[in-house]
């Protein structure tokens, strides 16, 4: 058949092949095509696992794997490799870290976590004393604080004599 298909085709003719010379030429252009997909498959494994890890020595062994092993080893490399992207981890990465930015930034009502403006005095859901005016400077202040930072309201002369004196018997 295939001295049948050379002698009648002018372009086996043209190109001076005969019936085994057309055998020849098929089988080295499937060896080639082979030999073309075998380095594209390791071009493609060192790309790809280089893009996955940053450790040279799963880098090596993932592209000898699929070297060595040109039809089974990209199956086990495919299996084995790391799910994401080095680029993908760094997105997610930043993902989180906006977000976690982004809970911090909000401030929400301890009783009945509603999302509350940091100027809110009171939550308007629940009704929770959220800050308290400092009475000479007119600046909020969380509850728990006996001083006002800003002004100094609440640090009499009493409260630093104490403080003294409290240090003072530390010391003693």
Same mark, same amino acid.
């Given at each position: 058949m295939v001295s049948a298909l050379s002698a009648? /085709?002018?372009?086996?003719?043209?190109l001076g092949l005969s019936g085994g010379?057309?055998?020849a030429f098929a089988i080295a252009f499937v060896a080639a095509f082979f030999a073309a997909l075998w380095l594209a498959m390791?071009?493609?494994t060192w790309r790809d696992i280089r893009s996955r890890t940053q450790d040279v020595i799963l880098q090596v062994f993932g592209t000898v794997l699929t070297a060595v092993f040109p039809g089974v080893g990209i199956l086990i490399y495919i299996i084995l490799r790391p799910r994401q992207t080095l680029a993908d981890l760094y997105e997610r990465?930043?993902?989180?870290?906006?977000?976690?930015?982004?809970?911090?930034?909000?401030?929400t009502c301890p009783?009945? /976590?509603y999302r509350v403006e940091p100027e809110f005095q009171i939550c308007p859901s629940c009704a929770t004393k959220l800050r308290r005016?400092?009475?000479r400077c007119d600046r909020l202040l969380?509850?728990?604080w006996n001083v006002c930072p800003y002004c100094g309201y609440g640090a009499g002369d009493g409260g630093r004599q104490a403080a003294r004196s409290g240090t003072r018997t530390a010391d003693r």
């Open positions: 009648g /085709h002018p372009t086996f003719a043209a010379g057309i055998t390791i071009i493609w990465q930043l993902e989180e870290e906006s977000l976690l930015a982004e809970m911090t930034e909000r401030q009783t009945c /976590h005016a400092c009475p969380e509850l728990k």
